[in-house]
C-alpha cells in the first residue's frame, strides 16, 4: 500500500494506492501551525473508512510520501529559526542589498526592499578569500570566526549560514567553517552555501543558504517527529519528503536542503498531470492547480516539464534546480475587497482554513471566492465534500452583500464581479509563462486541479483561447496523488565558467575538467540513491549543461548523454544550443560564430518507483450515454452573465464512461464541482477525467 498526503492551505490531502491499483482519498482540515495533526486527521479519516485502527493501516504501508508547506510557511510568515550569518570580511551587505530587487515595479517611489531574513547585527564578517580560480588569496582567520560565532552563540542564535567568496571553486574555507561551529555548538544547525548551492552569483547563493539555516531547523523538527510518531505506531518504512524539483527524498536529505522543500506540493501536481499527459496522449500541458489559497502555473512543453535554476520566494532568491512553478495569490479562500479607486478586486489576502470563507460558518465575515461560487450557486452548500461539511449559504450572502454595498452593486453582480476577476488573476499568470516566453497558450491543453479549479477553469481556458480542458480523476487531492507518482529524485548542480570556440570546439583539457565534475555530481546522486531499496536496473542518471553564447546571460540548460563526454558530444550540445536560442529569440538573434560558455553543471540521479496505475487500461467508453442527471438548481454558468438560470447538475462518480453533456451544466463530484459553461462541451474518458471543449472561442468583453 502507498500513501500520498500533501498540506495546503486549506486542507490536507490523503490519497491511499492498494497494490491492484485502486486508489481511494480523503480530505481533512489544515492546522496551522500544528500541521503534523492535520496529517493524523487525515489518516484516521482513512483508516475509519477501511475499518481499521490508524496503526493497523500504517501497519500495511510500504511506501509513504509527504509533500509539506513548513518551509514555505515558516518564510511567509517569518516565524523561522533566527540565523547567524558567516561571510567574507568586506561583504556582508552582499545579501541585504540583494541586488536592488524591484519584481516588476517600474515607479521607484513603489519600490519596496525584500526583508533579509538574516539581521545586520546577526551577521558576522570574518577574514579570507578565495579568487575566481579557487586560488586561496588569504586564508580564514579561525579565532576571526571562533570570535565572532562564540558571540552569536551568547546571543542565542543556533542556526547558521556560511557564505565566502567563490566557495563554488573551492569549499575548503566554508567546510572548515563548519566545523568549526560544530566543534563550538554541536546542536547549531549549519548551512553552508558549498553544499546548498554551489553556483555563480553571490547573493543568490547568500539567500539560498539562509533560507536552509532559517527554515531547516522547523522543517527538521517537523518532520522526524511525525515520523517518529508513525513510526512508533506501526509505519514500517521512513517517511519520504516531496522536492521542488519533483522527486522525492529522505528526511535527513530533505533537512539539510530545506530549501529544496519550498515548492513540493505544487510540484507533485506537475508530476501527477505529466504521467496523465503521457496516458493520454498530450504532450503540451499547462498544470492549472487552484487551491484554498493560492493559484500554481506550470508548463510542460514537449512533454518535457519545464525546469529553473532560479526561483523567488516572497522575493528571497532560490538558486536550486526546481520546476519553474508560478504561483499567484487567487483560490477559494482569497478574499473580495475594493482598491483606493473603488474597484473590485480579490486576494492575495485569503481566509485560510482558519476562520475560512464565510460560509463555513466559523466567525469568517469577509466575502472569499467560494462565498461567491456559493452565491453564484456553483457550490451546492449541501453537497460540499460529498455533504460531509454543510456550508451556510446565509452566512456567504451576508458577507458577498457587505462587499458590493462598498462596490454599488447587488449581490449577484458582486459575486460575479469577483468570479470574472480571480479569473483575470489566474489568466495574466498563465500569460506570463506562455505568450511572454514565445508560446502560444492556444497550442496547450489545460490541466485543472486543487479544489477550486473545476469551477473557473473553463472561463481560464475561454479568456486564453485554449480550447480543450481535463478536469482529472480525484482532482481536488491530485498533488496528493502525485506524490505517490513521483520517483525518489537526488539534483546536484555546479559552477564552472568553461569556454567553448565556434563549432562546439574544446580542448582536451577543458573536455576533461567537464568530465571531471559531472562524474564528481554523479557519484554524490548515485550514493544518495544507494540509501533506497532500489533495483540497480531501476536507477537512471541525467545530466545536463547549462550555457550561453560567449558574453552574453541568456542561458539554456541543455540535455546531455549520461557518460563521460567527447568532443562530437560537444559540438552536438552546441548545435541543439543553437536551436533552442532561435526558437525563443528569433533566427537573427543567434551569433554561433562568437562560441559559447559552458555555466553550470547538473547530474540528477532518480530511483524509478513502480505505480499499478501506469499499466492499467483505460475503461471502455459507452460513447452517446449522457452524464447521471441528478436534478437542477438556480447557478450563474454564463461565463458573461450574472443571471442565474435554471441549470441542469449531474452526478459525476456515478456517469459512465464516454458520457456527455452540453453547457450550461454542473457535474458534481464528493470534492469538487466542474462547470460547464454555455458553449462548452464535457465528455468523461477511460480514466476518468472530464474533458471540457469550447464549441468556438469564448473571450470576455
Known amino acids: 500500500m502507498r500513501i500520498g498526503v500533501d498540506i495546503g492551505g486549506t ?48 501497519a500495511d504501508v510500504g511506501h509513504f510520501v509527504h509533500g509539506t508547506t513548513v518551509t514555505t510557511n515558516v518564510v511567509l510568515t517569518r516565524t523561522g529559526e533566527r540565523v547567524g550569518l558567516i561571510t567574507t570580511r568586506g561583504f556582508a551587505d552582499t545579501y541585504p542589498l540583494a541586488r536592488q530587487y524591484r519584481g516588476q515595479e517600474q515607479d521607484p517611489s513603489k519600490v519596496t526592499h525584500p526583508e533579509p531574513l538574516v539581521t545586520a547585527a546577526d551577521t558576522v564578517e570574518v577574514t579570507e578569500r578565495v579568487d575566481y580560480a579557487g586560488r586561496v588569496v588569504a586564508a580564514l582567520n579561525e579565532e576571526d570566526l571562533k570570535e565572532g560565532v562564540r558571540r552569536l552563540l551568547d546571543d542565542g542564535v543556533r542556526a547558521f549560514a556560511v557564505c565566502f567568496l567563490w566557495s563554488f571553486r573551492n569549499a575548503g574555507h566554508e567546510r572548515r567553517a563548519k566545523e568549526i561551529i560544530l566543534d563550538l555548538a554541536p546542536d547549531a544547525y549549519v548551512s553552508i552555501s558549498a553544499e546548498s548551492c554551489p553556483v555563480l552569483g553571490e547573493y543568490e547563493r547568500t539567500s539560498t543558504t539562509a533560507i536552509n539555516a532559517y527554515a531547516g531547523p522547523a522543517l527538521k523538527r517537523y518532520a522526524e517527529r511525525l515520523d517518529a510518531n508513525l513510526r512508533d505506531e506501526g509505519l514500517g518504512r521512513p517517511i ?73 520566494l516572497d522575493r528571497q532568491a532560490l538558486a536550486i534546480p526546481m520546476i519553474d512553478v508560478t504561483s499567484v495569490g487567487a483560490g477559494g479562500g482569497s478574499l473580495g475587497w475594493t482598491g483606493v479607486d473603488g474597484t473590485l478586486r480579490t486576494g492575495p489576502q485569503s481566509a485560510g482554513a482558519v476562520p475560512g470563507p464565510a460560509c463555513y460558518g466559523k466567525c469568517g465575515t469577509e466575502a472569499s471566492v467560494t462565498d461567491a461560487n456559493v452565491v453564484l450557486g456553483l457550490i451546492d452548500p449541501g453537497y460540499f465534500l460529498g455533504g460531509s461539511v454543510a456550508l451556510d449559504r446565509a452566512c456567504a450572502e451576508r458577507a458577498v452583500a457587505k462587499l458590493g454595498e462598498r462596490t454599488g452593486l447587488a449581490p449577484t453582480a458582486t459575486a460575479h464581479g469577483m468570479f470574472r476577476v480571480v479569473n483575470s488573476v489566474m489568466a495574466d499568470a498563465i500569460r506570463l509563462r506562455t505568450v511572454f516566453a514565445g508560446l502560444d497558450p492556444r497550442t496547450f491543453t489545460l490541466v485543472s486541479f486543487g479544489g477550486a479549479g473545476g469551477l473557473h477553469c473553463a472561463a481560464v481556458a475561454a479568456d486564453l483561447g485554449i480550447r480543450k480542458v481535463v478536469v482529472p480523476a480525484m482532482a481536488s487531492v491530485f498533488s496528493a496523488a502525485g506524490l505517490i507518482s513521483s520517483d525518489l529524485v537526488y539534483s546536484y548542480t555546479k ?12 580542448s582536451d583539457g577543458a573536455l576533461k575538467s567537464v568530465n571531471d565534475i559531472l562524474a564528481e555530481l554523479d557519484a554524490r546522486s548515485r550514493a544518495d540513491l544507494a540509501q533506497h531499496d532500489v533495483a540497480e536496473e531501476d536507477r537512471v542518471v541525467q545530466y545536463g549543461l547549462e550555457m550561453s553564447y560567449l558574453g552574453q546571460i541568456l542561458n539554456f540548460q541543455i540535455e546531455a548523454p549520461a557518460r563521460a563526454l567527447d568532443h562530437a558530444d560537444i559540438a552536438a550540445l552546441t548545435a541543439v544550443f543553437d536551436e533552442r536560442y532561435r526558437a525563443v529569440y528569433g533566427p537573427g538573434a ?96 477511460g480514466h476518468g477525467n472530464v474533458l471540457l471543449e469550447q464549441a468556438h472561442q469564448q473571450r470576455e468583453d
Request: aromatic share 4%; no cysteine.
Open 240 to 312: 519520504l519528503l516531496m522536492k521542488s524539483d519533483g522527486g522525492a527524498a529522505s528526511i535527513a536529505s530533505a533537512v539539510t536542503a530545506a530549501a529544496q522543500t519550498v515548492y513540493s506540493g505544487p510540484a507533485a501536481g506537475v508530476v501527477a498531470a505529466h504521467h496523465l499527459g503521457e496516458r493520454i496522449g498530450e504532450e503540451n500541458l499547462i498544470t492549472f492547480d487552484m487551491g484554498g489559497t493560492s493559484t500554481d502555473v506550470a508548463l510542460i512543453h514537449e512533454g518535457r516539464i519545464q525546469t529553473t535554476s532560479l526561483q523567488r
Open 590 to 685: 543567434a551569433s554561433p560564430e562568437n562560441g559559447y560558455m559552458l555555466k553550470n553543471y547538473s547530474v540528477t540521479g532518480i530511483g524509478r518507483i513502480h505505480r499499478p496505475t501506469d499499466t492499467a487500461a483505460p475503461a471502455s467508453l459507452d460513447s452517446g450515454s449522457g452524464f447521471t442527471r441528478k436534478g437542477t438548481r438556480q447557478a450563474a454558468a454564463d461565463l458573461n452573465s450574472a443571471h442565474l438560470t435554471e441549470v441542469t447538475v449531474y452526478d459525476g462518480p456515478s456517469s459512465p464512461p464516454g458520457a456527455r453533456a452540453q453547457g450550461p451544466a454542473l457535474i458534481e463530484y464528493p470534492d469538487t464541482t466542474v462547470l460547464v459553461p454555455s458553449g462548452f462541451t464535457a465528455e468523461a474518458d
Open 495 to 506: 559552477t564552472a565558467t568553461t569556454p567553448v570556440a565556434a563549432g562546439g570546439v574544446l
Open 11 to 58: 486542507f490536507t490531502d490523503l490519497v491511499v494506492e492498494e497494490e491492484s491499483g485502486k486508489r481511494r482519498t480523503w480530505k481533512a482540515s489544515s492546522t496551522p501551525p500544528d500541521f503534523g495533526a492535520g496529517v493524523l486527521a487525515a489518516l484516521d479519516l482513512a483508516a475509519d473508512d477501511l475499518g481499521r485502527s490508524r496503526a493497523e493501516l500504517l
